[in-house]
């Protein structure tokens, strides 16, 4: 198995896709969810970048232009307008930890500091493009990560696809045993007891056990088999007096 302190150097090493077709099923579902987790971690870090580099392209566009006014009036303009991400619209539902959160704002402080984004004016053209240069690079290699880590976690759901295919009973072992059957991880998901209930009218009911089930489409299989009533049968007008 694939070792390595960081999770993206696990998941990317060649080895942690070793023997799969060996694997079993709950070994299969925990190297998914820890690729889902770095792809979260790595999407968060990227909108990080973004978010900066829109700011200080847009310093330096006003600079160029030579327009007056106040970068921080446009801010929402700046952060709202920002071109597409290329994001695969992604399953990925994770509570991405505390940690893991400010250890992202931590690298991108390394590259612009956030002090330095306060302050944008008393930047030297020099400064600022060095800058702009730094986090797009930092943006292309997350961009190139995260797509690396996708080709991992999709050879991955593959596998545990066809296994569901070959044997549709571990979809129900799977849901027994509070793994992942509707496509989000249990990574970094609060447990119940810290997960706040939703009580009101519109709350979601819970899923169907399996009994449940075959009792419902019992009952409905016998609604179908008995013969139709006319729903007025019985009903005669009143006799005029």
């Known amino acids: 198995m694939a070792g390595g302190h960081r999770r993206i150097d696990r998941v990317m090493d060649p080895m942690f896709l070793d023997g799969l077709g060996d694997a079993r099923i709950e070994e299969l579902r925990r190297r998914r969810d ?30 160029e232009s030579g327009a007056a006014g106040s970068l921080v009036d446009r801010l929402p303009e700046i ?37 330095g984004l306060s ?15 730094a986090l797009e690079e930092e943006e ?3 961009s190139a ?34 793994g992942d059957l509707s496509g989000r991880s249990s990574v970094g998901r609060s447990s119940d007891a810290e997960r706040p209930t939703d009580t009101g009218p519109f709350a979601p009911l819970p899923p169907l056990a399996p009994s449940a089930r075959m009792d419902a489409s019992w009952c409905s299989r016998r609604r179908r088999e008995r013969p139709a009533t006319p729903r007025f049968a019985s009903w005669r007008p009143f006799a005029a007096s």
């Open 145 to 178: 990560s995260r797509a690396g880590v996708f080709r991992v976690h999709d050879t991955l759901q593959g596998e545990l696809k066809e296994r569901y295919r070959r044997d549709p009973s571990l979809v129900l072992e799977g849901w027994a045993g509070g």
């Open 119 to 133: 302050d944008l004016p008393a930047l030297s053209d020099a400064a600022l493009d060095e800058a702009v240069t």
């Open 79 to 115: 952060l709202s307008g920002g071109g597409a991400t290329g994001s695969r619209g992604a399953f990925v539902h994770v509570v991405l930890p505390d940690e893991e959160m400010a250890l992202a704002r931590r690298h991108v402080e390394r590259l612009v500091s956030d002090a």
């Open 34 to 63: 820890e690729c889902r987790a770095e792809i979260e971690y790595l999407s968060y870090l990227r909108r990080l970048l973004q978010g900066r580099l829109d700011i200080l392209r847009a310093e330096r566009g006003q600079r």
């Open 140 to 142: 292309h290699a997350v």
